[in-house]
């Protein structure tokens, strides 16, 4: 893990969850990240997003594409420091498309950074948003995120930067050490 600052920060917020999950995409995993819960607080997320900011100041960053609805917060703030446009998507993908929330546009020429909250191996809703990018002739310069847990260092062939990486333990159903000991499986995302 690089960063031990920033995680130890997310453990004081109470945004690392340990246990037994099944992710969408019907994976099991140890660990959850609730990022939100510590971005919440102001100085704590301008800290969060400087770490990105200083990695993409000298790029023109024009507008700030929030990937899905818990990176709104932290794309937001990104969006502040670079003084860029922020908008988002409407957090629903059929097909693998995906539609930006009504009202918000991408421009012609737009050079453009995508943030996500959990940069994980379900990558279909960044694919979805760098087509529609390529489809409004705008320019993917970056993608961002609070935790990388992919171990990937080029996702979508552009500068990639995340405040934290963690190897995260997925393992298929059959395989899961957690469910062999009969620990309490849990979906995600968790709801209140």
Not at 55 to 60: A, G, K, L, Q, Y
Not at 68 to 84: D, H, K, P, S
Not at 122 to 147: C, F, M, N, P, Y
Not at 182 to 188: A, G, R
Request: with cysteine; aromatic share 8%; hydrophobic share 40%.
């Amino acid at each position: 893990m690089e960063n031990k600052e920033y995680y130890d920060i997310l453990l004081k917020k109470n945004a690392v969850i340990s246990g037994h999950f099944m992710l969408k995409n019907g994976i099991h995993t140890d660990c959850a990240y609730r990022v939100n819960k510590a971005l919440q607080f102001p100085p704590t997320n301008r800290k969060f997003a400087y770490e990105i900011v200083k990695h993409f100041i000298d790029m023109d960053v024009q507008l700030v594409v929030a990937s899905r609805i818990g990176a709104i917060l932290f794309a937001a703030e990104i969006g502040r420091q670079l003084e860029a446009r922020v908008i988002f998507t409407d957090g629903l993908w059929q097909s693998e498309e995906t539609a930006l929330y009504p009202d918000l546009e991408i421009h012609s020429g737009d050079r453009i950074l995508i943030v996500d909250d959990v940069l994980s191996e379900d990558l279909a809703h960044l694919r979805a948003i760098s087509r529609k990018i390529l489809t409004e002739d705008a320019r993917l310069i970056g993608v961002a995120s609070v935790i990388d847990t992919t171990g990937k260092h080029n996702v979508l062939n552009v500068r990639q930067i995340s405040a934290l990486q963690i190897p995260q333990s997925l393992w298929n159903p059959s395989e899961c050490p957690l469910c062999e000991s009969n620990t309490e499986l849990k979906e995600f995302p968790l709801l209140p």
